[in-house]
């Protein structure tokens, strides 16, 4: 079996007593960063042995992985913070372990979209979740097709690129456009401000921006 075990975005106590359970059962826990990975089991004592799994190994290793799981061993998966699959390694395996057969089990957890969209106060019955957008090729295609939505739409963001994510939002929604910035999520300096994107342009111009970031914009009137 692989179980798919959502980790922290920040603060450590947002992990479930099922998830620390099936960390340290297991037979080895597949990580995307094993130092960071570790900091977080040595922090609940779980010595469960780590291997690296990520986007640059992933596409070599997943049949590998899959032919274990196949022979009978239980593994784990886990990203740096979140869960596995939503914008970081995961789909292929899982997809693999389904056409080999191989159970797989998804733990329910922490991933950073869901509480930023609530947080918000801006419409969340129906969303878009887009996650990165591309960096150059096809990304104003992209950002027009998300600004016709008829809901609201869901972006993660570097801390490097915001202020220009919100300058091109501006150009294909408008300025008076309501949308959301929510950043370090969890943390000790959580920031969760929703206005229009004029407005959250001239805020974070003015400030050195750092942490994971989503964005969420909400439809137009």
Not at 48 to 77: I, K, M, Q
Not at 91 to 116: D, I, K, S, Y
Not at 142 to 159: G, N
């Amino acid at each position: 079996m692989l179980y798919i075990v959502p980790t922290p975005i920040g603060n450590l106590e947002d992990i479930t007593l099922r998830a620390l359970r099936i960390l340290k059962e297991v037979s080895l826990v597949l990580a995307e960063d094993t130092r960071t990975s570790r900091r977080l089991l040595d922090h609940y004592g779980i010595k469960t042995p780590l291997r690296a799994f990520h986007s640059h190994n992933e596409h070599a290793v997943v049949e590998r992985v899959v032919d274990e799981l196949a022979s009978g061993a239980t593994l784990a998966l886990i990203s740096d913070a979140g869960t596995p699959g939503i914008s970081d390694p995961g789909f292929l395996l899982a997809r693999a372990c389904h056409r080999r057969g191989v159970r797989v089990e998804c733990l329910p957890g922490p991933t950073a979209f869901v509480p930023a969209l609530v947080a918000s106060g801006l419409p969340c019955d129906t969303f878009h979740f887009e996650g990165f957008l591309p960096h150059k090729k096809g990304r104003q295609t992209r950002l027009k097709y998300l600004a016709a939505l008829p809901h609201t739409f869901v972006l993660y963001e570097s801390p490097f690129r915001l202020v220009k994510c919100l300058e091109e939002l501006i150009v294909v929604c408008g300025a008076e456009r309501q949308a959301c910035v929510a950043r370090e999520l969890s943390k000790l300096f959580e920031e969760v401000k929703t206005t229009s994107l004029a407005s959250l342009l001239e805020h974070f111009t003015k400030k050195d921006v750092k942490g994971e970031i989503v964005l969420v914009v909400a439809p137009p009137e």
